[in-house]
């Protein structure tokens, strides 16, 4: 089983249009679509904005629907100057640039007995770059820093640029990657890039949410065809 999550409806909708949308079931507050897509058997959901429902709709994929791999799609804040409106990028790791207990001594984003940065799976990345070759779309590769925050303000994207060594920023990626971390649950996270983090972020995220979610969910399932799973 494959788990795909988004944060929006929007992010998802564009997805559910390729697959066979068998049974959708109700479970805690949420719509989980289970779906085949090429004799593949997934599960669907988007979980609402943040790390707190990412990290809650990931566990109920993995622990209730079984999924033995979670796929994110998405949009993101571009933070990497190279990164335009509609390009698309995965990550190597994710992180959680809110975590603050440097009062104790520890580096932003590290809580004791947890880590700062989450690994996405190798395998899949590996997948995503032969795809986007093939295909002839520009991909990058880098970190994307997650928090309860949406970003619109160079100042405090720069911050998170410099502190993390982040390329991209968005809400939900360091709690799913802790999550399948945790789970030992192989972890794969692209985002479509839908605004700069900077002043006016907010109108070019509602301009561009649509369209830039749709380019992640393409995407993604072309990749959904070169993963050997059923
Ligand atoms: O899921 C949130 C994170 N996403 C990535 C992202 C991002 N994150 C942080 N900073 C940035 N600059 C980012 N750019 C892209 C996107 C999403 C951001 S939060 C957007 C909230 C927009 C919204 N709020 N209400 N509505 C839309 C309408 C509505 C009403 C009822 C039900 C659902 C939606």
């Known amino acids: 089983m494959i788990g795909i999550l988004c944060a929006m409806r929007e992010e998802l909708e564009p997805i559910l249009e390729y697959v066979e949308v068998k049974e959708v079931i109700d479970y805690g507050r949420n719509k989980y679509y289970l779906a085949r897509f090429q004799n593949k058997d997934l599960v669907l959901a988007y979980s609402k904005i943040g790390k ?3 990290a809650t709709t990931a566990t109920i994929m993995i622990e209730k629907f079984n999924a033995r791999k979670v796929l994110f799609s998405g949009v993101a804040g571009a933070v990497d100057e190279d990164l335009k409106i509609g390009d698309l990028i995965i990550a190597t790791k994710t992180c959680q640039h809110d975590i603050d207990l440097t009062v104790f001594g520890y580096e932003p984003g590290f809580v004791p007995e ?23 779309i520009k991909l990058k590769e880098g970190i994307i820093a997650s928090g309860d925050q949406f970003i619109h303000n160079k100042e405090k994207k720069e911050w998170i640029k410099k ?21 030992d649950v192989p972890f794969f996270m692209l985002r479509a890039i839908s605004d700069t983090a900077e002043e006016g972020a907010g109108v070019d995220f509602d301009k561009f949410l649509e369209e830039s979610s749709k380019v992640s969910a393409k995407f993604l399932v072309e990749m959904l065809k070169e993963i050997n799973e059923k």
């Open 52 to 54: 707190v429902n990412s």
């Open 163 to 183: 502190t993390f060594n982040a390329s991209a920023i968005e809400m939900e990626g360091g709690a799913v990657g802790n999550v399948c971390w945790t789970l």
């Open 114 to 136: 947890s880590k700062v940065y989450f690994d996405c799976d190798k395998g899949l990345n590996d997948i995503a770059k032969s795809v986007a070759k093939k295909l002839d």
